[in-house]
T-cell receptor
Framework: GAVVSQHPSRVICKSGTSVKIECRSL??????MFWYRQFPKQSLMLMAT?????????EQGVEKDKFLINHASLTLSTLTVTSAHPEDSSFYIC???????????????FGPGTRLTVL | AQSVTQLDSQVPVFEEAPVELRCNYS??????LFWYVQYPNQGLQLLLK??????LVKGINGFEAEFNKSQTSFHLRKPSVHISDTAEYFC???????????FGRGTSLIVHP
C-alpha cells in the first residue's frame, strides 16, 4: 500500500511554545488529509479534514486557532499546535487519501503518529 | 451520528486458537464498515472493509468479518492466530456517501505461545 510519513515521531516541548508536525504522502497525491488525536486506550478522534489548497474543516470542539492546519501541496500537510499546554500532550496521527470526501472509495493511509509531550 | 462499540478492550488467546473481536455500531443511515490493525509504533493498516455486496468480507492476513445488519454488528474473526497477530484492532464506521471513519476504542489482541 501507499506510504504516509510523519515527522517528528516524538517531540517534547515546554509549555507555551509551538510545535509543528509534518505529514507527507510519499508515493501518491493526497487530495484529502486528516488529522486525528489518540488518547491512551481510546479511539482516534478526528480533529480536522483538509483539502489541498483550501481551509481545513474542523470537528466540533476542536479549536482552529490552537491547531493550525496547512495543506499547501498534494503531498504535505502540517499541524501546528500553538501555545502548547500539558493537556495537549497526546498521540497525533495523520492520514491521507487520493480522493475527495464523497468520491468513490479510495483507501485512507495512515502515518505512524507523533507523540507530543508538553512539559 | 454514527458510533462504534468494541465490547472487549483486551482479548488474550493462545497461538493457533480461533479468535473473534466484537464490534457493534449504531447509525440511522446506511453505513460502510472497516477493521484496521495497529502494530506498535506503526500507523493503522486496513484489514478489510464492507461497502456493499456480500456480507462476508475477507481481508488480509487471514482475517474475515461478517456484516449483520439486523444485529448491527461487524465482528472480526480468524480461525487460527499467530504470535505476529498481536496488535491493536480498531473497528470503524462511516455513513453512506462519506468514507471518513468514526473509530471504536480498539481491542488489544494478545497472542500467547
Amino acid at each position: 500500500g501507499a506510504v504516509v510519513s510523519q515527522h517528528p515521531s516524538r517531540v517534547i516541548c515546554k509549555s507555551g511554545t509551538s510545535v509543528k508536525i509534518e505529514c507527507r504522502s510519499l508515493d501518491f497525491q493526497a487530495t484529502t488529509m486528516f488529522w486525528y488525536r489518540q488518547f491512551p486506550k481510546q479511539s482516534l478522534m478526528l480533529m480536522a479534514t483538509s483539502n489541498e489548497g483550501s481551509k481545513a474543516t474542523y470537528e466540533q470542539g476542536v479549536e482552529k486557532d490552537k491547531f493550525l492546519i496547512n495543506h499547501a501541496s498534494l503531498t504535505l500537510s502540517t499541524l501546528t499546535v500553538t501555545s502548547a499546554h500539558p493537556e495537549d500532550s497526546s498521540f497525533y496521527i495523520c492520514s491521507a487519501r487520493s480522493g475527495g470526501e464523497f468520491d468513490s472509495y479510495n483507501e485512507q493511509f495512515f502515518g505512524p503518529g507523533t507523540r507530543l509531550t508538553v512539559l | 451520528a454514527q458510533s462504534v462499540t468494541q465490547l472487549d478492550s483486551q482479548v488474550p488467546v493462545f497461538e493457533e486458537a480461533p479468535v473473534e473481536l466484537r464490534c457493534n455500531y449504531s447509525s440511522s443511515v446506511s453505513v460502510y464498515l472497516f477493521w484496521y490493525v495497529q502494530y506498535p509504533n506503526q500507523g493503522l493498516q486496513l484489514l478489510l472493509k464492507y461497502l456493499s455486496g456480500s456480507t462476508l468480507v475477507k481481508g488480509i492476513n487471514g482475517f474475515e468479518a461478517e456484516f449483520n445488519k439486523s444485529q448491527t454488528s461487524f465482528h472480526l474473526r480468524k480461525p487460527s492466530v499467530h504470535i505476529s497477530d498481536t496488535a491493536e484492532y480498531f473497528c470503524a464506521v462511516s455513513k453512506g456517501g462519506s468514507y471518513i471513519p468514526t473509530f471504536g476504542r480498539g481491542t488489544s489482541l494478545i497472542v500467547h505461545p
